[in-house]
């Protein structure tokens, strides 16, 4: 599968041609998509880290999984959010390094269920 860049963000090229409808029905921003106990679970977990949208992140994440292996998915996702992060820059950057790296985490164990 090919990765394209755009901006700072990686993807596979399926996402960045994926018409906006597809991806709204697709994609659900950060935390599990699924039944009632999932959803709430996703209300949970926030778009972004103290106020750095990594929304687009974690839907690219959501199709890298169908179309990559999950490891390197899950790699992807961590790579994207540090590159939202680095772009961002500023005081709460270490911060936000250790929140995403706790997401990450929380992507990788997610495999065992």
Known sequence: ??????????????????????KNSACNGCGPKGGM????LSIAIPDSLLGLSIREACNIHDISVVVLKKDDADKLFYKNMLALI???????AGVR???????????KAWEAY
């Open 37 to 40: 106990l999932l959803r709430l």
């Open 1 to 22: 599968m090919r990765l394209v860049m755009r901006g700072v963000l990686v993807a596979p090229a399926c996402y960045w041609d994926m018409p906006d409808i597809d």
């Open 97 to 107: 390094r250790l929140i995403a790296k706790q997401y990450y985490n929380a992507v």
């Open 86 to 92: 680095n772009k961002r820059g500023g005081i709460l």
